[in-house]
T-cell receptor, first 115, second 115 residues
Framework: AQKVTQAQTEISVVEKEDVTLDCVYETRDTTYYLFWYKQPPSGELVFLIR??????QNEISGRYSWNFQKSTSSFNFTITASQVVDSAVYFCALISGGSQGNLIFGKGTKLSVKP | ETGVTQTPRHLVMGMTNKKSLKCEQH?????MYWYKQSAKKPLELMFVYNFKEQTENNSVPSRFSPECPNSSHLFLHLHTLQPEDSALYLC??????????????FGEGSRLTVL
């Protein structure tokens, strides 16, 4: 079965703090892709990153970084020096052959960044 | 202009009403999706259309009826809904359905309230 777990329902931080959003996934497929999406208050989900199962290299994009560890089936997302505009719900998602090409989403983590 | 446009953004309807949600994508994609987002639940995939053909119906009740007249337009016809159907309905598109690398582009959603 395919499953994505985001154990943190809500996180609140003060601006400029670093924050890490956790994501743990389950799949029996050896080929899969992991995603992070951001959902601001306006509603639309915005694609942030895609990672394939054969590339465990960590990635950094500005203040965002992702830590993919197959040994622990985790794909964590860190925001450095958070800003108020980072306030949103963040979803981790998985796609694999077992999901028939459909994205399996976690329940999301609501991040509130206070000034 | 956003790539995926949904109308209406907000809809309130009674249980006996018939209404429709509309989605239009301007990205030249061939696959379109309906997702349901309820409070405290993961995004639920409802329907998938690939090249205008329905490829996925995720055990959705018949009171939800999708229609895809062409690759750019997707409708969700609503009839005799229940209060528990109140949710944010998100439309998405991708280059093609079923692939493992497909990134989804989402609309801002239609917030539905059933009285």
């Amino acid at each position: 079965a395919q499953k994505v777990t985001q154990a943190q329902t809500e996180i609140s931080v003060v601006e400029k703090e670093d924050v890490t959003l956790d994501c743990v996934y389950e799949t029996r497929d050896t080929t899969y892709y992991l995603f992070w999406y951001k959902q601001p208050p306006s509603g639309e989900l915005v694609f942030l990153i895609r990672r394939n199962s054969f590339d465990e290299q960590n990635e950094i994009s500005g203040r965002y970084s992702w830590n993919f560890q197959k040994s622990t089936s985790s794909f964590n997302f860190t925001i450095t020096a958070s800003q108020v505009v980072d306030s949103a719900v963040y979803f981790c998602a998985l796609i694999s052959g077992g999901s028939q090409g459909n994205l399996i989403f976690g329940k999301g983590t609501k991040l509130s960044v206070k000034p | 202009e956003t790539g995926v446009t949904q109308t209406p953004r907000h809809l309130v309807m009674g249980m006996t009403n018939k209404k429709s949600l509309k989605c239009e994508q301007h990205l030249g994609h061939n696959a379109m999706y309906w997702y349901k987002q309820s409070a405290k639940k993961p995004l639920e995939l409802m329907f998938v259309y690939n090249f205008k053909e329905q490829t996925e119906n995720n055990s959705v009740p018949s009171r939800f009826s999708p229609e895809c007249p062409n690759s750019s337009h997707l409708f969700l016809h609503l009839h005799t809904l229940q209060p528990e159907d109140s949710a944010l309905y998100l439309c998405a598109s991708s280059q093609e359905a079923g692939g493992l690398t497909g990134e989804l582009f989402f609309g801002e959603g239609s917030r539905l309230t059933v009285l």
